[in-house]
């Protein structure tokens, strides 16, 4: 079972470029979610969908776009990038809305 | 907005006992988590408090007081592998989640 998968693991991006977080599952859940993890901080989510079609946004999603497409596609946009990116970003899946999380292994993003 | 609080930093010897604690301020409640995440890893579900009361999963308990807006994360028999942050989440009336910033266990041999 590969759970929810999640690439790149890292990324250096270079002020103003753009790049897109790839998030898939395989457990047919409606419920995804970006968040992203700052030191000292708890998870923040950006963005959340409750089915193909259907997007949301969280408590920080200025900087980011997404689209569901598909139950097991969930990709995160981030169009001009800002040094204030930098951060660790998870994509999650949940049966339910907001019941037991299944988190993706994390994408460290760096912008300079 | 919600407020959930948690010490920063924890340390226990192995074989020990150590207690994390929760507060939470929230807009209602429909449930309190508890994730596990080892560093540089993803958050893990431990688990799910919706009653007053303990909850015993092998070494590890939650207890919940919806009255005091309180829970707890008990770790038992402290091993090496325990070493981790620990996340307090709770759900709100709307059902939105927010998460503590963790807790850090460090376990000395």
């Known amino acids: 079972n590969a759970g929810v998968t999640q690439t790149p693991k890292f990324r250096i991006l270079k002020i103003g470029q753009s790049m897109t977080l790839q998030c898939t599952q395989d457990m047919n859940h409606n419920y995804m979610y970006w968040y992203r993890q700052d030191p000292g901080m708890g998870l923040k989510l950006i963005y959340y969908s409750v089915g193909a079609g259907i997007t949301d946004k969280g408590e920080v999603p200025n900087g980011y776009n997404v689209s569901r497409s598909t139950t097991e596609d969930f990709p995160l946009r981030l169009e001009l990038a800002a040094p204030s990116q930098t951060s660790v970003y998870f994509c999650a899946s949940s049966p339910r809305e907001y019941e037991k999380l299944f988190f993706g292994s994390g994408t460290q993003l760096s912008v300079l | 907005g919600q407020n959930i609080d948690q010490p920063t930093e924890m340390t226990a010897t192995e074989g020990a006992i150590v207690q994390i604690n929760c507060t939470y301020q929230?807009?209602?409640?429909?449930?309190l988590f508890w994730y596990q995440q080892h560093a540089g890893e993803a958050p893990t579900f431990l688990s799910y408090n919706v009653l007053d009361g303990l909850e015993e999963k092998g070494r590890f308990s939650s207890f919940l007081s919806r009255s005091k807006g309180y829970s707890y994360l008990l770790l038992k028999e402290l091993q090496m592998k325990d070493s981790a942050s620990y996340l307090c989440?709770?759900?709100?009336?709307?059902?939105?989640?927010?998460f503590g910033a963790g807790t850090t266990v460090t376990v000395r041999a």
């Open positions: 929230t807009s209602g409640f429909n449930g």
């Open positions: 989440a709770v759900r709100d009336q709307d059902y939105k989640l927010s």
